[in-house]
Nanobody
Framework: QVELVESGGGLVQPGGSLRLSCVASGRTFTIYHMGWYRQAPGKERELVATITLGGVTNYGDSVKGRFTISRDAGKDTWFLQMNILKPEDTAVYYC???????????WGKGTPVNVSS
């Protein structure tokens, strides 16, 4: 079992920045793939960014060049640095972990991000 807790969401003006954090606990040694997803009202959940244990990253097209995913392996924590935020980035952001236990996925409860003037 893996538990994930996100933090760092909030209200920010267009053009601003936020840094989200995801802290994992439990059987964290089984995690090999980490990521961030988001879901805006009335829309499906979409990929924001992912990172592997080896540090290979992948980004959704709409956030490339603005968002950066990173991890602190020693603290079982990963981050999403979000810059040049736009109103269309408004969503609930969820962190995800994929484990070696039959590929089981775990999700956090989400942290809301509201980009508005």
């Amino acid at each position: 079992q893996v538990e994930l807790v996100e933090s760092g969401g909030g209200l920010v003006q267009p053009g601003g920045s936020l840094r989200l954090s995801c802290v994992a606990s439990g059987r964290t040694f089984t995690i090999y793939h980490m990521g961030w997803y988001r879901q805006a009202p009335g829309k499906e959940r979409e990929l924001v960014a992912t990172i592997t244990l080896g540090g290979v990253t992948n980004y959704g097209d709409s956030v490339k060049g603005r968002f950066t995913i990173s991890r602190d392996a020693g603290k079982d924590t990963w981050f999403l640095q979000m810059n040049i935020l736009k109103p269309e980035d408004t969503a609930v952001y969820y962190c995800q972990a994929v484990t070696t236990t039959r590929g089981m996925m775990y999700w956090g409860k989400g942290t809301p991000v509201n980009v508005s003037s």
